[in-house]
Protein backbone atom coordinates (compact mmCIF):
# COMPACT_ATOMS: atom_id res chain seq x y z
CA UNK A 1 0.00 0.00 0.00
CA UNK A 2 1.55 3.61 -0.93
CA UNK A 3 1.93 5.72 2.31
CA UNK A 4 2.05 8.86 -0.18
CA UNK A 5 -0.80 10.87 -1.75
CA UNK A 6 0.12 11.79 -5.28
CA UNK A 7 0.69 15.76 -4.04
CA UNK A 8 4.39 14.13 -3.29
CA UNK A 9 4.89 12.91 -6.77
CA UNK A 10 5.46 16.89 -7.80
CA UNK A 11 7.02 18.01 -4.43
CA UNK A 12 9.34 15.17 -4.88
CA UNK A 13 10.78 16.04 -8.00
CA UNK A 14 11.46 19.12 -6.91
CA UNK A 15 13.01 18.31 -3.93
CA UNK A 16 15.96 17.45 -6.34
CA UNK A 17 16.68 21.16 -6.60
CA UNK A 18 15.52 22.16 -3.01
CA UNK A 19 17.92 20.31 -1.21
CA UNK A 20 20.93 23.37 -1.37
CA UNK A 21 21.25 23.01 2.62
CA UNK A 22 21.47 19.78 2.80
CA UNK A 23 22.88 19.04 -0.50
CA UNK A 24 26.63 21.33 0.13
CA UNK A 25 27.23 19.53 2.76
CA UNK A 26 26.77 16.30 1.16
CA UNK A 27 28.60 17.04 -1.93
CA UNK A 28 31.21 19.33 -0.76
CA UNK A 29 33.36 16.50 -0.11
CA UNK A 30 32.43 14.30 -3.37
CA UNK A 31 32.88 17.20 -5.34
CA UNK A 32 31.10 15.82 -8.23
CA UNK A 33 32.65 16.42 -12.00
CA UNK A 34 30.34 18.93 -14.25
CA UNK A 35 28.54 16.16 -16.07
CA UNK A 36 27.93 14.10 -12.85
CA UNK A 37 24.04 13.87 -12.41
CA UNK A 38 24.62 14.80 -8.84
CA UNK A 39 25.31 18.51 -10.47
CA UNK A 40 21.34 18.60 -11.34
CA UNK A 41 21.00 18.98 -7.31
CA UNK A 42 23.81 21.20 -6.52
CA UNK A 43 23.30 23.79 -9.78
CA UNK A 44 19.88 24.37 -9.24
CA UNK A 45 19.30 23.65 -5.67
CA UNK A 46 20.64 27.06 -3.80
CA UNK A 47 18.26 29.30 -6.48
CA UNK A 48 15.16 27.49 -6.38
CA UNK A 49 15.30 27.21 -2.35
CA UNK A 50 16.87 30.91 -1.91
CA UNK A 51 13.90 32.05 -4.51
CA UNK A 52 10.88 29.91 -2.19
CA UNK A 53 12.49 31.25 1.29
CA UNK A 54 12.43 34.74 0.04
CA UNK A 55 9.07 34.52 -1.14
CA UNK A 56 7.21 31.90 0.91
CA UNK A 57 4.50 34.04 2.66
CA UNK A 58 3.54 35.77 -1.30
CA UNK A 59 3.10 31.85 -2.81
CA UNK A 60 1.58 30.52 0.17
CA UNK A 61 -1.25 33.28 -0.34
CA UNK A 62 -0.94 33.12 -3.98
CA UNK A 63 -0.35 29.33 -4.88
CA UNK A 64 -0.65 30.43 -9.17
CA UNK A 65 2.79 31.69 -8.24
CA UNK A 66 4.86 28.69 -8.06
CA UNK A 67 3.96 28.03 -11.54
CA UNK A 68 6.69 30.58 -12.58
CA UNK A 69 9.16 28.97 -9.67
CA UNK A 70 9.23 25.90 -11.29
CA UNK A 71 9.27 27.31 -14.76
CA UNK A 72 12.64 28.53 -13.99
CA UNK A 73 14.47 26.72 -11.43
CA UNK A 74 12.29 22.48 -12.28
CA UNK A 75 11.66 22.73 -16.14
CA UNK A 76 15.25 23.20 -17.29
CA UNK A 77 16.44 19.73 -15.29
CA UNK A 78 13.20 17.80 -15.71
CA UNK A 79 12.68 16.11 -18.83
CA UNK A 80 8.58 16.22 -19.45
CA UNK A 81 8.19 14.71 -22.43
CA UNK A 82 10.14 11.72 -21.47
CA UNK A 83 8.03 11.27 -18.64
CA UNK A 84 4.92 12.02 -20.09
CA UNK A 85 6.43 9.47 -22.95
CA UNK A 86 6.79 7.01 -20.77
CA UNK A 87 3.32 7.33 -18.63
CA UNK A 88 1.35 7.10 -21.88
CA UNK A 89 3.61 3.88 -22.98
CA UNK A 90 2.36 1.84 -25.74
CA UNK A 91 -0.25 4.62 -26.15
CA UNK A 92 2.64 7.02 -27.20
CA UNK A 93 3.63 5.17 -30.26
CA UNK A 94 -0.20 4.96 -31.99
CA UNK A 95 -0.83 8.66 -30.76
CA UNK A 96 -0.63 11.72 -33.42
CA UNK A 97 2.08 14.17 -33.48
CA UNK A 98 -0.40 16.92 -31.90
CA UNK A 99 -1.86 14.29 -29.34
CA UNK A 100 1.46 14.17 -28.12
CA UNK A 101 1.83 17.61 -27.78
CA UNK A 102 -1.05 18.45 -26.29
CA UNK A 103 -0.86 15.59 -23.91
CA UNK A 104 2.76 16.57 -22.71
CA UNK A 105 1.59 19.84 -21.98
CA UNK A 106 -1.42 18.84 -20.26
CA UNK A 107 0.07 16.54 -18.21
CA UNK A 108 2.90 19.18 -16.70
CA UNK A 109 0.02 21.22 -16.33
CA UNK A 110 -2.50 19.32 -14.45
CA UNK A 111 0.49 18.09 -12.21
CA UNK A 112 1.53 21.74 -11.36
CA UNK A 113 -1.82 23.04 -11.24
CA UNK A 114 -3.32 20.38 -8.92
CA UNK A 115 0.04 19.63 -6.92
CA UNK A 116 2.54 22.70 -7.06
CA UNK A 117 1.22 24.46 -3.86
CA UNK A 118 2.77 21.36 -1.99
CA UNK A 119 6.40 22.77 -2.95
CA UNK A 120 5.30 25.74 -0.30
CA UNK A 121 5.98 24.22 2.45
CA UNK A 122 9.19 22.13 1.56
CA UNK A 123 12.81 22.86 3.25
CA UNK A 124 16.07 21.50 2.51
CA UNK A 125 16.57 20.73 6.07
CA UNK A 126 13.93 17.35 5.42
CA UNK A 127 16.30 15.73 2.56
CA UNK A 128 19.68 13.89 3.00
CA UNK A 129 21.41 13.50 -0.92
CA UNK A 130 23.77 10.60 -1.35
CA UNK A 131 26.23 9.67 -4.33
CA UNK A 132 24.47 9.18 -7.68
CA UNK A 133 24.61 5.46 -9.57
CA UNK A 134 25.65 5.98 -12.69
CA UNK A 135 24.97 2.97 -15.28
CA UNK A 136 27.69 1.50 -17.36
CA UNK A 137 26.51 3.02 -20.50
CA UNK A 138 26.75 6.36 -18.97
CA UNK A 139 23.28 7.62 -20.46
CA UNK A 140 21.12 6.71 -17.18
CA UNK A 141 22.02 8.01 -13.50
CA UNK A 142 20.25 7.27 -9.89
CA UNK A 143 20.29 9.83 -7.53
CA UNK A 144 19.10 8.42 -4.21
CA UNK A 145 18.24 11.01 -1.34
CA UNK A 146 16.22 10.31 2.11
CA UNK A 147 13.27 12.23 3.14
CA UNK A 148 12.61 12.62 6.65
CA UNK A 149 9.16 12.55 7.69
CA UNK A 150 8.00 14.55 10.56
CA UNK A 151 8.12 11.87 13.16
CA UNK A 152 11.97 11.87 12.42
CA UNK A 153 12.20 8.01 10.33
CA UNK A 154 13.49 8.51 6.72
CA UNK A 155 11.90 7.30 3.47
CA UNK A 156 14.35 6.54 0.10
CA UNK A 157 13.09 8.62 -2.50
CA UNK A 158 15.44 7.81 -5.80
CA UNK A 159 15.24 10.26 -9.12
CA UNK A 160 15.85 8.56 -12.19
CA UNK A 161 18.21 10.89 -15.04
CA UNK A 162 18.80 10.36 -18.50
CA UNK A 163 21.64 12.10 -20.21
CA UNK A 164 20.58 13.71 -23.49
CA UNK A 165 22.06 14.12 -26.99
CA UNK A 166 23.07 17.30 -25.49
CA UNK A 167 25.06 15.74 -22.65
CA UNK A 168 22.74 17.14 -20.59
CA UNK A 169 20.93 14.70 -17.39
CA UNK A 170 17.43 15.49 -16.65
CA UNK A 171 15.22 13.97 -14.35
CA UNK A 172 11.92 12.06 -15.40
CA UNK A 173 10.77 9.55 -12.60
CA UNK A 174 11.04 9.65 -9.00
CA UNK A 175 10.66 6.14 -7.06
CA UNK A 176 9.21 6.58 -3.43
CA UNK A 177 9.40 3.40 -0.87
CA UNK A 178 10.12 1.23 -4.42
CA UNK A 179 7.18 3.19 -6.16
CA UNK A 180 7.86 4.48 -9.93
CA UNK A 181 5.06 7.07 -9.97
CA UNK A 182 5.53 7.57 -13.97
CA UNK A 183 4.67 3.32 -13.76
CA UNK A 184 1.57 4.65 -11.47
CA UNK A 185 0.42 7.19 -13.31
CA UNK A 186 1.09 4.92 -16.65
CA UNK A 187 -1.10 2.12 -15.34
CA UNK A 188 -3.63 5.05 -14.59
CA UNK A 189 -3.34 6.59 -18.06
CA UNK A 190 -3.46 3.30 -19.74
CA UNK A 191 -6.84 2.12 -18.57
CA UNK A 192 -8.39 5.64 -19.04
CA UNK A 193 -7.46 5.95 -22.63
CA UNK A 194 -8.64 2.04 -23.49
CA UNK A 195 -11.84 3.06 -22.07
CA UNK A 196 -12.40 6.18 -23.33
CA UNK A 197 -9.44 7.26 -25.94
CA UNK A 198 -6.66 9.37 -26.19
CA UNK A 199 -8.27 12.52 -26.79
CA UNK A 200 -11.24 12.54 -24.61
CA UNK A 201 -8.27 11.97 -21.10
CA UNK A 202 -6.74 15.07 -22.71
CA UNK A 203 -9.61 17.44 -22.69
CA UNK A 204 -10.13 16.45 -19.34
CA UNK A 205 -7.05 17.02 -18.37
CA UNK A 206 -7.19 20.42 -20.18
CA UNK A 207 -10.41 21.47 -18.49
CA UNK A 208 -8.45 21.13 -14.92
CA UNK A 209 -9.16 17.51 -14.06
CA UNK A 210 -6.47 15.79 -11.95
CA UNK A 211 -4.47 13.09 -12.90
CA UNK A 212 -6.12 9.86 -11.73
CA UNK A 213 -5.21 7.67 -9.09
CA UNK A 214 -4.03 4.17 -9.34
CA UNK A 215 -5.69 1.24 -7.43
CA UNK A 216 -4.39 0.67 -3.71
CA UNK A 217 -3.03 5.03 -3.64
CA UNK A 218 -4.75 8.27 -2.01
CA UNK A 219 -5.54 10.91 -4.22
Known amino acids: MMSFNRSV ?16 VALAQSSPAPDDPTRVVQDAAEGMLKDLEANRDAYRKDPSKVSALVEKWLLPSFDTQKAARTVLGRHWRTATDDQKKRFVDAFYQSLLR ?19 QVDADGVNATVRTEIKRSNGTRIPVYYRLSKGSDGKWKAWDVVIEG ?26 MEKGGKPTAAPGTSS
Do not use: C, H, W
Not at 9 to 24: E, Q
Not at 114 to 132: C, H, Q, W
Open 9 to 24: FLKAIAGVLLAAGSAS
Open 114 to 132: NYGSALVEFTSDRMKILPA
Open 179 to 204: ISYVKSFRDDFGAEIDQKGIDAVIER
